[in-house]
T-cell receptor
Framework: EDQVTQSPEALRLQEGESSSLNCSYTVSGLRGLFWYRQDPGKGPEFLFTLYSAGEEKEKERLKATLTKKESFLHITAPKPEDSATYLCAVLSNSGYALNFGKGTSLLVTP | KAGVTQTPRYLIKTRGQQVTLSCSPISGHRSVSWYQQTPGQGLQFLFEYFSETQRNKGNFPGRFSGRQFSNSRSEMNVSTLELGDSALYLC????????????FGPGTRLTVL
């Protein structure tokens, strides 16, 4: 059975303090790994898709990386507007549905 | 391009009632998936529709059902509501079934009293 575990559950950073969020996964065959951002009361907003180990993608202050067992979302010099819950999900070769982790709640204080 | 829209945004129902939620996917997208999000369980997959056919179903009781119309719009129905059905119901669309990226709507917040 596919499993996705995100850590930490919550993270508090000072503005400008870089850090990383972790997503560990177990799947029968990875079709893709996805990162989403979710603000309170809203639907998840798509950030990145990673398909194979070694792949990296960047968007503004965010950079996502992928290995065979985990993915990291690196946040460089975060700003308060980066505060949100970050969700990781996997799509396996045998499934149609995204399997989500529980998310990391990020708070960036000025 | 307009995003995924969901109606209504908020609903309050009482136990035993039934409810219908609606989702309009991004224009040109033919696959619609539904998810339930609760604080304890996170996001859980309900079902996926593609070309008016249910392609995959999550581990939810038969009280949860859905359908898709020829214009790709989708509805989900929950009958005999229970307190535990209170959640944010999210719809996601993608160009085809099993496609990588799924794009989510704002969700419908259902409260069961």
């Amino acid at each position: 059975e596919d499993q996705v575990t995100q850590s930490p559950e919550a993270l508090r950073l000072q503005e400008g303090e870089s850090s990383s969020l972790n997503c560990s996964y177990t799947v029968s065959g990875l079709r893709g790994l996805f990162w989403y951002r979710q603000d309170p009361g809203k639907g998840p907003e798509f950030l990145f898709t990673l398909y194979s180990a070694g792949e990296e993608k960047e968007k503004e202050r965010l950079k996502a990386t992928l290995t065979k067992k985990e993915s990291f979302l690196h946040i460089t010099a975060p700003k308060p507007e980066d505060s949100a819950t970050y969700l990781c999900a996997v799509l396996s070769n045998s499934g149609y549905a995204l399997n989500f982790g529980k998310g990391t709640s990020l708070l960036v204080t000025p | 391009k307009a995003g995924v829209t969901q109606t209504p945004r908020y609903l309050i129902k009482t136990r035993g009632q039934q409810v219908t939620l609606s989702c309009s996917p991004i224009s040109g997208h033919r696959s619609v998936s539904w998810y339930q999000q609760t604080p304890g369980q996170g996001l859980q997959f309900l079902f996926e529709y593609f070309s008016e056919t249910q392609r995959n179903k999550g581990n939810f009781p038969g009280r949860f059902s859905g359908r898709q119309f020829s214009n790709s719009r989708s509805e989900m129905n929950v009958s005999t509501l229970e307190l535990g059905d209170s959640a944010l119901y999210l719809c996601a669309s993608s160009p085809s079934s099993g496609t990588a990226e799924q794009f989510f709507g704002p969700g419908t917040r259902l409260t069961v009293l």
